[in-house]
């Protein structure tokens, strides 16, 4: 038996042992790559909807503390416009108008990373177009702290040729 020909069958053989080990390891990786990134997406989309959660209730709590009906002052709001609301009525309006706005986002943000349904995204382009013009009457993106991102997504669904339904 010719040992140099048994030791280089050893070799050939361990050389690819050491490739398909180093090929699994670098599919084990890759798996807990993916892994990691979708259960970071999950923890900041979950963070998200909490502190969405926490914004929409502090602002209709706040909304609450004026006592006024928002069906009457959103229809004052469209029958005589901005100017025939007093400050508080107003604020009132921004309130509840953030709320709604916050709410929106979260389901925009939801939606991108795969936890909402394209219905519920359709939902959500469809409350926007429908809200949007009072949102512009109150000025509600002039000194509220909205992502850029959220207002970016609201001025593409409304210049977006879909009509509201």
Request: charge should be negative; aromatic fraction near 10%; charged fraction near 20%.
């Amino acid at each position: 038996m010719d040992w140099e020909a048994v030791g280089a069958i050893g070799e050939v053989v361990g050389a690819a042992a050491v490739v398909a080990t180093l090929l699994f390891l670098v599919s084990q990786l890759r798996q807990n790559t993916t892994s990691l990134d979708a259960t970071r997406t999950a923890n900041v989309s979950q963070l998200y909807q909490f502190r969405a959660q926490m914004h929409m209730e502090g602002m209709l709590r706040k909304a609450e503390a004026f006592g006024l009906s928002l069906a009457d002052v959103m229809s004052r709001l469209q029958t005589d416009g901005i100017e025939s609301l007093n400050q508080s009525e107003k604020i009132f309006l921004i309130c509840h108008a953030t709320a709604d706005a916050v709410r929106l986002d979260n389901g925009l943000f939801q939606h991108r990373n795969g936890f909402l349904d394209d219905d519920y995204a359709a939902y959500v382009e469809r409350s926007i177009r429908m809200l949007a013009p009072h949102w512009e009457q109150i000025d509600l993106f002039g000194f509220s702290g909205f992502r850029q991102g959220f207002i970016d997504e609201v001025n593409r669904i409304l210049a977006s040729d879909e009509s509201p339904t």
